[in-house]
């Protein structure tokens, strides 16, 4: 192939392409931060994206309204229900907020004496201190540490105006940005590429659409658990377990240890099974507990895999350790983004694998991509020789 004048060789394409890979990587460490907020929008946006899908089909009203539209409402949405909740959830909230507060004094009141177990004799003194002194700090801050309070609150004022512009940026601009993206690789690959993205794009909406119908099961069943126990403020609590259900396991089972703390302190307005109150509330305690443990079961064994599916091909044991790892690395926005991200990977490897196999880029609709070696073999049909051939056989 002959080169002209104004194309580059190919020795300095090459050489071009580190130089910009690795200055696309620098700026990613670099503004880490604002990354960050990037993807906190970009979710933000695909989570109420298939509402102005829907407007656009189901409508005559261009893209740019749709989102609009969409927009706009999810702004008073997030400002508006709150505000027309807080009364009627409010003395609940407060008996909650109450609890847990109290909960953690007693609990640090309980480290800052030694704990003996058996003949083992453990001092966590210590971690007793760390956990009163932190509750003093978050409750009664220093007036030195106004200015610095007042400065961190500005920035993450300007971070969430940052995070707004940028979701109605990516709801208006995602058609642009989609066929940007799909047009830096070869034309001859671009199909491809648009078959990848759609793939892709089928994994989020299922774990989307999932995620949306287990919050709303979580929370009604754990709500009606709750009454049935007559745990004060069950309603709220079953609100923050549907809520918390975003962040997969780790979620309910924080949601589930505010309701056992609340179990321990305020007990439940019906259950008496023992004179001494305080043995009351740990019995109620011990039933909270054993309800959350039959609950979570189900949901994991039997509803979330119902709900999702076969569209996410991935081990509950390895769902697991990956949430947690998340949520140590990156917080709680790694661990909401874990799953589907894990999901994302497998598709993209199972095209490489395939490409770099010599074998046709995507799976047919309804082949397993990710089966063992021996279940292919289990599962193939045993040959049948032809007519000819299997008289030859019995001659």
């Known amino acids: 192939m002959k080169t002209t004048k104004n194309q580059w060789s190919l020795p300095f394409r090459y050489t071009m392409g580190i130089i910009i890979f690795i200055a696309v990587i620098a700026l990613l ?219 997969p396991d780790v979620g309910p089972t924080l949601a589930a240890a505010i309701a056992i703390g609340v179990a321990l302190l305020e007990g439940s307005t019906w259950i008496r099974l023992s004179d001494d109150p305080v043995m009351n509330n740990l019995i109620v305690a011990g039933i909270t507990l054993a309800v959350y443990l039959i609950l979570i079961n189900l949901k994991n064994f039997f509803v979330r895999p119902i709900i999702m599916g076969r569209s996410l091909h991935m081990n509950e044991a390895l769902i697991f350790v990956a949430i947690l790892t998340a949520t140590i690395l990156w917080g709680i926005l790694g661990a909401l983004l874990i799953v589907p991200v894990m999901a994302s990977v497998a598709v993209i490897a199972d095209y490489l694998r395939r490409r770099v196999l010599g074998m046709p880029p995507f799976a047919a609709d309804g082949e397993e991509q990710f089966r063992m070696p021996d279940e292919k073999i289990k599962s193939r049909k045993p040959l049948r020789l032809p007519a000819k051939n299997k008289r030859n056989q019995d001659s």
């Open 29 to 247: 460490i670099y503004a880490s931060e604002a990354v960050k907020m990037l993807v906190i929008a970009a979710f933000v946006a695909y989570l109420i994206s298939p509402a102005v899908s829907f407007l656009t089909e189901r409508t005559n009203l261009t893209r740019a309204a749709a989102v609009n539209i969409v927009y706009f409402s999810a702004l008073v949405l997030m400002v508006g229900v709150p505000s027309a909740l807080t009364p009627i959830f409010f003395d609940e909230i407060q008996l909650v907020a109450q609890d847990l507060l109290a909960l953690s004094q007693e609990f640090s009141k309980f480290l800052s004496e030694p704990i003996r177990l058996g003949g083992v004799v453990l001092h966590l003194e210590q971690v007793g201190e760390s956990l009163a002194h932190l509750q003093e700090n978050l409750l009664t801050p220093l007036p030195e540490e106004a200015l610095e309070l007042l400065e961190a609150t500005s920035i993450n004022v300007l971070w969430v105006l940052i995070i707004l512009v940028s979701v109605h940026l990516f709801m208006s601009e995602w058609p642009r940005i989609r066929a940007w993206l799909i047009g830096l690789a070869p034309e001859s690959y671009q199909p491809e590429m648009s078959e990848l993205y759609n793939r892709l794009r089928n994994v989020w909406m299922a774990y989307l659409r999932g995620q949306i119908v287990l919050m709303v099961v979580v929370g009604v069943a754990f709500t009606i658990a709750w009454a049935a126990l007559g745990i004060p403020g069950a309603l709220v609590l079953g609100v923050i377990a549907g809520l918390f259900t975003l962040v």
